[in-house]
């Protein structure tokens, strides 16, 4: 931790401990000595708010596509809307255990404190549940003869009515306007000198049978539960978006 972050937590202690004492001296004690390290190192209560934010990035994507899935950009959405987040996809360098080099998707989540942590979490853990689910769908056109164009439509259709049927499963929690003003600051200076391209978004492609597969998917995706780990296995307690848990 450097010396900045280490006074910018002491302040925050010291602003806690002036909201929170029941002793009117003790509490404008710590309000004043906060007020002069603040002073004394040239901090400002906008990058107080600043350095609560954090980012939190995900290079597992389902997709590498230039085009993002409709599903994906969908499902990146659902997880901010419940965990109180932003996000964006942008790229990175890649190389296999072979040497070779590619360039693939990543998302970032971006928020307070462990907002992001947790919604890269969610996202994790609902990515793989999908997979899981679209295989488990597919696996029943396996026998017929269908067009490869048709069951990668109706396989979309499907992540599509499923990341509809999980935001059933989910409770929104929004930021404040406060913070959605300290949030878009942020970003800007993420992004200092560089310029966020917008997102070319791939909707699922019509298709006999795309009506089927889209309800199957919304009604396998209201089924879903968050209380998976990351290995597979059960945790005791569930994922709130706060980053909490509870029973």
């Not at 890269?120 to 056109?141: C, E, P």
């Not at 942020?186 to 795309?210: K, P, T, Y």
Request: proline letters at 2%.
């Amino acid at each position: 931790m450097s010396e900045q972050a280490k006074v910018i937590e002491r302040i925050r202690r010291l602003m806690a401990l002036g909201t929170r004492n029941s002793n009117p001296h003790e509490a404008a004690r710590a309000v004043m000595l906060a007020q002069r390290l603040m002073q004394r190192h040239g901090l400002t209560t906008e990058m107080l708010s600043l350095s609560e934010i954090s980012e939190s990035v995900c290079q597992s994507l389902s997709s590498n596509a230039d085009k993002v899935p409709a599903w994906l950009n969908s499902l990146a959405t659902v997880v901010c809307m419940a965990t109180g987040s932003r996000c964006w996809f942008g790229w990175y360098a890649h190389t296999s255990i072979q040497g070779v080099n590619s360039v693939r998707r990543s998302l970032h989540f971006y928020g307070f404190n462990e907002r992001p942590e947790v919604a890269n979490y969610i996202f994790t853990v609902l990515q793989r549940q999908l997979k899981v689910a679209t295989d488990a769908h597919m696996a029943g056109y396996r026998r017929r003869r269908i067009l490869i164009g048709t069951l990668r439509r109706r396989a979309d259709q499907f992540r599509e009515g499923w990341v509809a049927g999980v935001w059933q499963v989910l409770q929104s929690f929004a930021p404040t306007e406060d913070e959605n003003v300290v949030l878009k600051r942020w970003l800007c200076q993420r992004h200092a000198g560089e310029a966020l391209a917008g997102l070319n978004v791939r909707n699922a492609g019509r298709c006999r049978g795309d009506r089927l597969a889209r309800v199957k998917g919304f009604l396998a995706g209201r089924e879903t539960e968050l209380h998976q780990g990351l290995d597979g296995t059960l945790v005791p307690r569930q994922i709130t978006a706060e980053g909490n848990a509870h029973d």
